[in-house]
């Protein structure tokens, strides 16, 4: 075989080889010399290089929150109310603020509730306000709502409603308040699980106030079941009269006292607290003794002690302010000047209106 032949044939392997038309051992036994030449040389392993080490990938980012599907505004909402506190008995009228209250049937029973009771009264003012009597509950914090039987108003801080006990209040029989004010009396308190505190601080956050005749009096913390009120100035009581004296409990008013305290007309002051037995006249024109009060209005004339002064008032002052031309004669000794009224009025003893007869 020549040396051209050899060629193209060892050409002609190779071709099938790269097309995968014979293995290794087609070649082999096509000529054994070919097949060794064909042997791809053994090569020295490479050291293998160690990997590198993968780069962690980055923490897969949460997908965010499903977005919370909008909802519709509420069609009737409570803003607020003008009292958030309510006598357990019932009758405490309050003013509900909020929205969509045209929407109400003034005819349903069920339409405002507080808690799960039905107003005992209530009048659609405008779509933004409805005026409700409360219902008699127990001492809780309740929910007011309002619907149009479709919507109802949701519950919020802003239609809490809290019923509380009343307080009752007795005052010592016959007191005198001066109608100057400033009047100290202990009075008793009473209520189903009455709770004044412990001390002033406490008792001052009991929010628990008072009123005179409709004026606010001041109050000061004794023990668990008394007070000292101070009364406000005040109007002198006619013959059968008497001044109304309430307890409120976070506004929540109390049975009034009504038959024990009257407001009485006081000297304040005098000019002069002393003279002679034998009595003071005025000079020149000059009067012997002035007395400033409150209350004085319609008084017929002043006694000091059991001495009849003649005074008079002074032009456009006739409630507060008298003189007296004269002081009369008297009896040694300390002695009240007083009013005199044939209304009924009578008048309270104060520091301020002692005078005191003395030769010394």
């Given at each position: 075989?020549?040396l051209?032949?050899?060629?193209?044939r060892?050409a002609?392997v190779?071709?099938?080889l790269g097309?995968?038309?014979?293995g290794v051992?087609?070649?082999a036994?096509?000529s054994?010399?070919?097949?060794?030449?064909?042997?791809?040389k053994?090569?020295a392993p490479?050291s293998?290089?160690p990997s590198?080490?993968?780069?962690?990938?980055g923490?897969?980012?949460p997908?965010?929150s499903?977005?919370?599907?909008?909802?519709a505004?509420?069609?009737?909402?409570?803003?607020?109310l003008?009292?958030?506190?309510?006598?357990?008995?019932g009758?405490?009228?309050?003013v509900?603020?909020g929205?969509g209250f045209s929407?109400?049937?003034?005819?349903?029973?069920?339409?405002?509730?507080f808690?799960?009771t039905?107003?005992s009264?209530?009048?659609?003012?405008?779509?933004?306000?409805i005026?409700?009597?409360?219902?008699a509950?127990?001492?809780t914090?309740?929910?007011?709502?309002?619907?149009?039987?479709?919507?109802?108003?949701?519950?919020t801080?802003?239609?809490?409603?809290?019923?509380?006990e009343?307080?009752?209040v007795?005052?010592?029989?016959?007191?005198s308040?001066?109608?100057?004010?400033?009047?100290?009396?202990r009075?008793t308190?009473t209520a189903?699980?009455?709770?004044?505190g412990?001390s002033t601080?406490t008792?001052?956050q009991?929010?628990?106030?008072a009123?005179?005749?409709g004026?606010a009096a001041?109050?000061?913390?004794?023990?668990?079941?008394?007070?000292?009120?101070v009364a406000?100035?005040?109007?002198p009581?006619?013959?059968g009269?008497?001044?109304?004296?309430?307890?409120?409990?976070?506004?929540?008013?109390g049975a009034?006292?009504t038959?024990?305290?009257r407001?009485?007309?006081v000297?304040?002051?005098l000019?002069?607290?002393?003279g002679k037995?034998?009595?003071?006249?005025g000079?020149?024109?000059?009067p012997?003794?002035?007395?400033?009060?409150?209350?004085l209005s319609?008084?017929?004339?002043?006694s000091?002690?059991?001495?009849?002064?003649?005074c008079?008032p002074?032009?456009?002052k006739?409630?507060?302010?008298?003189t007296?031309a004269?002081v009369?004669?008297?009896?040694?000794?300390?002695a009240p000047?007083l009013?005199?009224?044939?209304?009924?009025?009578?008048?309270?003893?104060t520091?301020?209106?002692?005078y005191v007869?003395?030769?010394?």
């Amino acid at each position: 075989m020549t040396l051209d032949t050899r060629a193209r044939r060892a050409a002609a392997v190779v071709a099938l080889l790269g097309t995968g038309a014979l293995g290794v051992g087609t070649l082999a036994t096509a000529s054994p010399a070919l097949a060794a030449s064909a042997k791809p040389k053994p090569t020295a392993p490479a050291s293998a290089k160690p990997s590198a080490t993968p780069k962690p990938s980055g923490s897969p980012k949460p997908s965010g929150s499903p977005k919370p599907t909008a909802t519709a505004p509420a069609v009737i909402t409570i803003s607020g109310l003008s009292s958030a506190f309510g006598n357990t008995a019932g009758g405490t009228n309050t003013v509900i603020t909020g929205k969509g209250f045209s929407r109400v049937d003034p005819k349903s029973k069920s339409a405002v509730l507080f808690g799960k009771t039905p107003a005992s009264t209530f009048l659609v003012l405008s779509d933004t306000q409805i005026a409700a009597t409360a219902p008699a509950g127990t001492g809780t914090k309740v929910q007011i709502s309002v619907t149009d039987g479709a919507n109802t108003s949701p519950d919020t801080p802003a239609d809490d409603f809290s019923y509380l006990e009343p307080i009752s209040v007795q005052l010592p029989d016959k007191t005198s308040l001066s109608a100057a004010g400033g009047t100290s009396v202990r009075v008793t308190l009473t209520a189903k699980a009455l709770d004044l505190g412990t001390s002033t601080g406490t008792f001052a956050q009991r929010k628990i106030t008072a009123t005179v005749d409709g004026n606010a009096a001041g109050l000061t913390w004794v023990d668990a079941t008394h007070v000292d009120l101070v009364a406000p100035a005040g109007t002198p009581t006619k013959t059968g009269g008497k001044v109304s004296v309430v307890i409120l409990n976070n506004g929540v008013a109390g049975a009034a006292d009504t038959t024990h305290a009257r407001y009485v007309a006081v000297v304040t002051k005098l000019s002069a607290v002393s003279g002679k037995v034998s009595g003071t006249p005025g000079v020149a024109g000059k009067p012997a003794l002035t007395i400033a009060g409150v209350g004085l209005s319609g008084a017929t004339g002043f006694s000091i002690g059991s001495a009849k002064a003649t005074c008079a008032p002074v032009n456009g002052k006739d409630d507060t302010l008298w003189t007296c031309a004269n002081v009369p004669a008297g009896t040694a000794g300390a002695a009240p000047v007083l009013p005199t009224f044939t209304d009924g009025r009578v008048a309270g003893v104060t520091a301020g209106s002692i005078y005191v007869y003395s030769d010394l």
